[in-house]
T-cell receptor
Framework: IAGITQAPTSQILAAGRRMTLRCTQD?????MYWYRQDLGLGLRLIHY???????GKGEVPDGYSVSRANTDDFPLTLASAVPSQTSVYFC????????????FGPGTRLTVL | QKEVEQDPGPLSVPEGAIVSLNCTYS??????FMWYRQYSRKGPELLMY????GNKEDGRFTAQVDKSSKYISLFIRDSQPSDSATYLC???????????FGKGTRLSVIA
């Protein structure tokens, strides 16, 4: 069982380019989350999905979009990347939403130049 | 003031020492308290989970919650070099409320 996989592991991106970070889980968890982690700021929630077909905004949603077409996949899209989006991005999942323990993926290191 | 405050460290201790990691919070609605451990270049993993006030022990780790003081602690006994990591506290209220994380404390246990 892989748990949560994220791709790519790392990426360098030119400003203005579109980028999709992929996240797949094989635990059949209903809820999924995207966080960014920055030095001195900790983990901040970008978007979440409590179940397939629904999404919601977290603390720092601007510049990001998500979709949840099925239970397993939760891609995060940067429509037009900016340098302030340089960060480490973590996908997480939990069985049934905020009331459960969250399990994190290995992260994607994104650098926007 | 952020909802959750955590000293970022770094904290450096000798092998075998007792380590105390702490977080304070301002939201009295928080009821569920967690500690995550994050190794370098890895995702966070859940270490301890407690509900409301009290202590919880798991091997060398003890989580303590004092809701009256809005203060939580993680104690590590007989610390090992393999405990070197960043420790993040996290907490949330009841119902469908999001997890709020501390910024993490970086711990180094020196052999």
């Amino acid at each position: 069982i892989a748990g949560i996989t994220q791709a790519p592991t790392s990426q360098i991106l030119a400003a203005g380019r579109r980028m999709t970070l992929r996240c797949t889980q094989d635990m059949r968890h209903n809820a999924m989350y995207w966080y960014r982690q920055d030095l001195g700021l900790g983990l901040r929630l970008i978007h979440y999905s409590n179940t397939a077909g629904t999404t919601g905004k977290g603390e720092v949603p601007d510049g990001y979009s998500v979709s949840r077409a099925n239970t397993d996949d939760f891609p995060l899209t940067l429509a037009s990347a900016v340098p302030s989006q340089t960060s480490v991005y973590f996908c997480a999942s939990s069985p049934t939403g905020y009331t459960d323990t969250q399990y994190f993926g290995p992260g994607t290191r994104l650098t926007v130049l | 003031q952020k909802e959750v405050e955590q000293d970022p460290g770094p904290l450096s201790v000798p092998e075998g020492a007792i380590v105390s990691l702490n977080c304070t919070y301002s939201n009295s609605a928080f009821q569920y308290f967690m500690w995550y451990r994050q190794y370098s270049r890895k995702g966070p993993e859940l270490l301890m989970y407690t509900y409301s006030s009290g202590n919880k022990e798991d091997g060398r780790f003890t989580a303590q919650v004092d809701k009256s003081s809005k203060y939580i602690s993680l104690f590590i006994r007989d610390s090992q070099p393999s405990d070197s990591a960043t420790y993040l506290c996290a907490m949330r209220g009841s119902g469908n409320t999001p997890l709020v994380f501390g910024k993490g404390t970086r711990l180094s246990v020196i052999a």
